[in-house]
């Protein structure tokens, strides 16, 4: 009976609907779309992560290719006892950790978490959609973007890493602690205090701009002058 050939798109588009357990089985004997599966699902989690601990888009993007290489080169110690996504993201945040200890000695990170309290703070409102309709909207969701982006980037290390983890990525307060090798009480601390020191910075950044709210300036302030002198004469 002579086989019937499967088209590569097709045969493309099967892989990509795969489970995580039968893509790191293909991995393993070396085929390359299982591997480019796994990559493009992995990805933005991966990237996030170490972009929380490198501040950088070019070095977290290394960190990740550094951590996709390090994984596929030692697949065969991966046994399936955690869920691959968290396999690969602790490899990345080994990664980018060992980046930033290799840069400058880390400071006592438990004396930092005595200092702060548990009380107070309220959760950061982020907005539900940012799906742009148009140019100005486009526009609206990149500044925001931008904005929250830059008081991400502001946190100390150990509080911007769980602030991402548990915001961003949408973890549990106890996943992303298992991730940073933390305790869930420590995390929450950590957590608390992120959120504070984005609301404080997001504030900050706003604080200035309000002074330029509403402008009127310029011709509309020069066009005044002639309306009201065009209507004055109407009057007269």
């Not at 951590?67 to 046994?79: D, G, H, P, Q």
């Not at 950790?97 to 840069?103: E, I, K, M, S």
């Not at 990170?109 to 409102?125: K, P, Y």
């Not at 509080?159 to 090798?181: D, H, K, N, Q």
């Amino acid at each position: 009976m002579t086989a019937i050939a499967v088209p590569v798109a097709q045969r493309r588009q099967n892989i990509s609907a795969l489970p995580d357990a039968e893509l790191v089985s293909l991995a393993k004997q070396g085929d390359e779309p299982a591997i480019r599966a796994i990559v493009q699902r992995h990805n933005q989690r991966l990237f996030r992560t170490a972009r929380a601990i490198i501040r950088n888009d070019w070095e977290a993007e290394d960190v990740v290719q550094a951590a996709y290489v390090k994984a596929f080169t030692n697949l065969a110690t991966f046994r399936g006892e955690a869920e691959l996504s968290t396999w690969l993201t602790r490899i990345t945040l080994n990664e980018a950790l060992g980046r930033v200890r290799a840069r400058k000695n880390t400071t006592g990170l438990e004396e930092i978490d005595m200092q702060t309290t548990s009380r107070g703070g309220e959760v950061l409102q982020f907005p539900s959609s940012l799906s742009a309709t148009d140019p100005e909207s486009e526009l609206s969701r990149s500044q925001a973007r931008h904005l929250l982006e830059q008081a991400v980037d502001d946190l100390p290390d150990e509080f911007r890493a769980i602030f991402v983890l548990r915001e961003v990525e949408g973890m549990s307060t106890e996943e992303a602690a298992s991730y940073l090798g933390i305790k869930p009480e420590t995390a929450k601390t950590r957590l608390h205090r992120a959120r504070k020191l984005m609301r404080q910075s997001i504030e900050k950044q706003l604080s200035g701009a309000f002074s330029a709210l509403f402008p009127f300036d310029g011709a509309r302030c020069a066009s005044m002058g002639d309306r009201v002198i065009a209507a004055l004469r109407q009057t007269s």
